[in-house]
DNA sequence: CTGCAATACCTAAGTTTCTTATGTATCTTT
DNA sequence: AAAGATACATAAGAAACTTAGGTATTGCAG
């Protein structure tokens, strides 16, 4: 089962801040593989999705890149600026604070008006 | 703390479905009041973004609706149709797996590379 | 040794879905 | 009497995604 894409939605920013985090730096391709291995292909990033988003996280000062040559092949490996850290914790538990806030909402009980 | 509006997207179809099965039927001024409320107002619904998914939502046949007249007020009510109930369940259960593996992304360990 | 799949980057048009702003009207409270 | 709350609605614009391409290199299977 893979996720409706909307779910995805809103979330996307700080998953890709949250890896970048927990893995130093990475590159485009790799995070879609990171994202769809760790959650078993239920999330499954597209590239018309990510590369977009990593840019405006890089235009907005959070990533910085460097390039690399891999033969002729490039890769561009994005990290978190220190900006980009300290967001990266905001948002992170802005997310599990939202999450709790959602599971409050999925678990009540019926009403009997 | 009010949540940044790109997380709600995504969940809004999801809340109000599972709002009206808890409920029975509501308003649409009354689940913008009561998601307020139950969230001690972290999460606010905007009458621009709620009317047009109840109207997307009854579109879809998931959503049936009877109005009524407090005094010369309309109100018009909405309830889940049966397939709204089968959706509902999707939904919800959909958005519980999801957020079990948003949980596990956000609760992994730096590597040490 | 050739062709396909995987790796790796990217962009653009179109769609969906939200925000912001506005409109109308009734009811309640000060 | 005015302001705020209740209650519906829509429209223009923006954001962020999907879909569909485009380019190029590398690895592997037949």
Same mark, same amino acid.
């Given at each position: @089962?893979?996720?409706?894409?909307?779910?995805?939605?809103?979330?996307?920013?700080?998953?890709?801040?949250?890896?970048? /985090?927990?893995?130093?730096? @990475?590159?485009?391709y790799?995070?879609?593989? $990171?994202? $769809? &291995?760790?959650?078993? &292909?239920?999330?499954?990033?597209?590239?018309? #999705?990510?590369?977009?988003?990593?840019?405006?996280? !890089? /235009?907005?000062?959070?990533?910085?890149? &460097?390039? !690399?040559?891999?033969?002729?092949?490039?890769? $561009?490996?994005?990290?978190?600026?220190? !900006?980009?850290? #300290?967001?990266?914790?905001?948002?992170?538990?802005?997310?599990? &604070?939202?999450?709790?806030?959602i599971?409050?909402?999925?678990?009540?009980?019926?009403?009997?008006?």
């Amino acid at each position: @089962m893979i996720y409706s894409s909307e779910l995805i939605k809103g979330t996307l920013k700080t998953i890709v801040l949250k890896l970048l /985090e927990d893995n130093g730096r @990475m590159y485009g391709y790799e995070i879609t593989q $990171k994202v $769809k &291995d760790l959650t078993g &292909d239920r999330i499954q990033i597209t590239e018309g #999705a990510l590369y977009p988003t990593l840019h405006v996280l !890089e /235009e907005d000062g959070l990533l910085v890149t &460097d390039v !690399e040559y891999i033969g002729k092949r490039v890769r $561009k490996y994005y990290r978190l600026s220190n !900006e980009g850290k #300290a967001k990266t914790n905001e948002k992170v538990s802005e997310l599990r &604070d939202f999450i709790g806030t959602i599971q409050f909402l999925l678990d009540l009980k019926p009403q009997n008006s």
